[in-house]
Structure formats: structure tokens, C-alpha cells
């Protein structure tokens, strides 16, 4: 597979768990921390897929997702397709999360979020 996603979450063991099961699958998995960081690494826009955390100290994800499209808005590149995940509910939050993408609530079940990911690429 050359698909590639860009991840963000801010918990280390979610991140690393979810890459290590992206990369199981063979896709290239670009992973970030900060979504600052994730920010920048989308500069290129060579992603198929983002997905991002919502709740994040500093910028929180759907933010981020805004940053990151309007970046490309006026460009040839492609509009990349958001997954987010959340264990939190805020109505407000999933709002506005859901005009930007998809929403995974935490904890989710690893095959369906398998097959949310392959409906996307």
C-alpha cells in the first residue's frame, strides 16, 4: 500500500499503539505529538488521510484540521479526508468536528476503525 496518513494524538501510548497498527496494515503512518508539529508535516500535502485526536493541549485537533485546510484552500492539492478521535463527548466540540469529518469515539473497536479508515482510501 502507498497510501499515507498523517496521525496526531497527544497521549504517547495511543500514538504509538495506533502507528504500530497503521503500519501492520502497511500504511505509511507520519505521527506527531504536537499538532503544531503535524501542522507543519502536512505542509507537503502528500496525505491521503489525517487522523487527529480532538481534545490536545495547545491547539486542539479540529482547530489544527481548520489550520491545515485552509493552508490548501485556494491550492491544486486535494482535500484530504479527517478521521477524528475523541473519548470525549462535547456536543459543541463533535459539532464542529463533524462539518470538518468523521468522528471516532475512544475507546472504539480496532476492526471498524480499520474499515472506517479503508472507506476513506
Avoid: H, W
Amino acid at each position: 500500500m502507498n497510501e499515507r496518513i498523517l496521525l496526531v494524538e497527544d497521549d504517547p501510548l495511543v500514538l504509538r499503539t495506533l502507528q504500530a497498527v497503521l503500519k501492520r496494515e502497511r500504511y505509511k503512518c507520519d505521527a506527531y505529538l504536537k499538532p503544531e508539529d503535524a501542522i507543519a508535516a502536512a505542509r507537503d500535502g502528500k496525505f491521503d488521510l489525517i487522523i487527529s485526536d480532538i481534545r490536545m493541549p495547545g491547539k486542539n485537533g479540529v482547530e489544527a484540521m481548520k489550520s491545515i485546510k485552509e493552508k490548501f484552500k485556494n491550492s491544486s492539492k486535494k482535500d484530504v479526508p479527517i478521521v477524528f478521535i475523541t473519548g470525549y463527548a462535547d456536543d459543541a466540540v463533535l459539532l464542529n468536528a463533524e462539518g470538518l469529518g468523521e468522528v471516532v469515539l475512544k475507546p472504539f473497536d480496532l476492526d471498524r476503525f480499520l474499515m472506517t479508515i479503508r472507506e476513506y482510501l
